[in-house]
């Protein structure tokens, strides 16, 4: 007898081949938010050490207005150490993630490249926000 679920894979790649539309739907779904993704850690890149963005900040640059929450996303599964994630913080100035859930790494990162934090755990935006040059906007 086989295992319960053995023969899954075979069901789905049935499903889509007998629906390609859906197959079509779900390949484009998927290949748009890995390019939304992979564009957003570009932007990411971007910001110097000592200065922080904000997620709407972020969002408008890679071309995606108003969508503050998908960089959101796309940094709590950031794939490698060479995306500055810490640097992305609320546009109250302050980190978004709790203790538990990395705010205190968070923290101690930015305050290691030299950011200091308000008595209330406030970032100065007038002073540590970044402003990318319109050169620099260019190759985003």
């Known amino acids: 007898m086989a ?13 889509f081949v007998s629906n390609p539309r ?12 890995q390019s939304k993704w992979e564009r957003i850690y570009s932007v990411v890149k971007l910001i110097p050490e000592g200065k922080v963005a904000t997620y709407g900040q972020i969002a408008t640059l890679a071309g995606y207005y108003r969508q503050a929450r ?28 709790n203790l538990e859930m990395g705010g205190a790494v968070q923290r101690k990162l930015l305050e290691n490249e030299g950011i200091v934090f308000t008595g209330s755990g406030v970032i100065p935006l007038r002073q540590y926000q970044w402003q990318p040059t319109i050169d620099l906007l260019e190759k985003i």
Not at 22 to 33: A, V, Y
Not at 72 to 93: E, F
Request: charged share 25%; aromatic share 10%; hydrophobic share 35%.
């Open 70 to 97: 998908q960089v959101g996303y796309a940094l709590h599964a950031v794939p490698s150490d060479d995306i500055p994630w810490h640097r992305v913080i609320n546009a109250q100035g302050k980190i978004s993630l």
């Open 22 to 33: 859906i197959e079509e739907t779900e390949k484009g779904f998927m290949g748009d938010k």
């Open 3 to 15: 295992e319960p679920g053995a023969d899954c894979p075979h069901f789905v790649s049935a499903y």
